[in-house]
């Protein structure tokens, strides 16, 4: 396995750069923010010892509140992306900041502040000279603490679609790549430990005295200055990319291959730039409300997806519905399906080899008599889709007997390992051929069909109409059995996606 990573950090040196420089820059804002306003916060509360209590109750409070609740919580608000990212980031930096500055602060011997005062120092001249000086290598403690915990939990911020490291970790469970996921996690634990090491320094350089020292301490405090200044404009200029395409994929194989497809194709036929964010967590349920706030131009998206998630219509959506909902989508958000790929990724109902042989399972209805006795399990969105769990629990009049929520990229390895006995599966799921278990026949129909196309911004559409020409030539050039097979290029044989789509489009004759 070491073995593995160091070849993929050797190869792809570039990939992991970028990642990493993204996760200093999120970890970095959120850092200084919570630096700024956590010791602000923590200078009031000791001065004001009334509202110390309520202040950090408060903020322990948020602190409780598990990472993936408090960025579906702010989604809503301040949408998908990095400023989600870094604003939760803040929030949880928040409690060690404030706690480490009141607590340092607090615990300055009263003989001394006594003395000061009797000297007569003025408030103002005892908290600068005197407290915080003293306080300092706790609050220094308290902020190497907090720099460490950021780094690691900025990982996290790609299940949004922020950037960072955690990109390649998500990237790797989702495409059964246990090396990327691995050296994902190498990377981030080693940015903490690296971060943690030179604070360290300038931990012990803040506590020499002389006049050698505070040259030293000048050198350093500019250093590290320059340093965020750097990183943070490196940050800036990713933002003022001019005439950019953002591309949105959701966490699945087939999503990423299309992604780099689009891609590299609006990057060659146009004079436009593309920018993709692959893998957003929650799927529809976060990329729709980043569309509609012009945060994203365009992504792959599946008919029936659309017809029920999206439009909330209730019943079976065929494609005799496709005009319908395509009037829907420009009516009501300014949307329109462009380049239909040709492949329909519905749903199945498949359960473990061993389980369909003892129950002579073949059919879904057949589970009415042993659901109860079997563990089911799927991606989180599935049990919340009109047309998920529920859906199929009445439609076939079974319930599993327990439930198991699950990235979508463990699937497989769960239902392998015997820890579930049923799972939901797409049609043109790469893992699905090599894998030991049983496709039931959808004896009652009861799967609407997902057609994969674009949705894209109409505003966009208008501004750039040589992107319907790039749509144009991806429409019909993949069957269901073509894009399990590429699926299965990345899933089993370890391609990256990028890779997969420039072979596809080559052997299609679509590259230059």
Known sequence: MMQNIWIMLAERRGFFAKLLLEHLEISLVAILTAILLGGIAGILISEYDR????TLGV??????????SMLGFLIPFSGVGNVTAVIALTIYALLPMVRATHTGITNVDAGILEASRGMGSTRFQMLYKIKLPLAMPVIMS???NMVTMTIALAGIASFIGAGGLGVAIYRGITTNNAAMTMAGSLLIAILALAVDFILGIVEKSMQRTGAKAKKKNGAVKMTAGLLCIVLIAAGLADYNKKETIQIATKPMTEQYILGEMLHILIEQDTDLEAEVTQGVGGGTSNIQPAMEKGEFDIYPEYTGTGWNMVLKEEGLYTEDM??????????????????MYGFNNTYGLAVRKEVADEYDLKTCSDLQEVAEQLTFGAEYDFFEREDGYDALCEAYGFRFGNTMDMDIGLKYQAVNQGRIDAMIIFTTDGQLSTSDVTVLKDDRKFYPSYLCGNVVRSEVVK???????????????????RMSELNNKVEAQGMEPKEVAEQFLEDAGLLR
């Not at 509202?51 to 309520?54: E, G, I, S, V």
């Not at 903020?59 to 993936?68: D, E, N, V």
């Open 463 to 481: 501004d750039h109409p040589e992107l319907l020409e790039v749509l144009e030539k991806v429409t019909g050039i993949l069957t269901d059995a």
């Open 322 to 339: 496709f005009d319908e909902m395509e009037k829907e989508y420009k009516e009501k958000y300014e949307m329109q399906w462009e380049g």
């Open 59 to 68: 903020i322990g409070f948020l602190y409780t509140i598990p990472s993936i």
């Open 142 to 144: 308290g902020i190497r």
């Open 51 to 54: 509202a110390a209590k309520p």
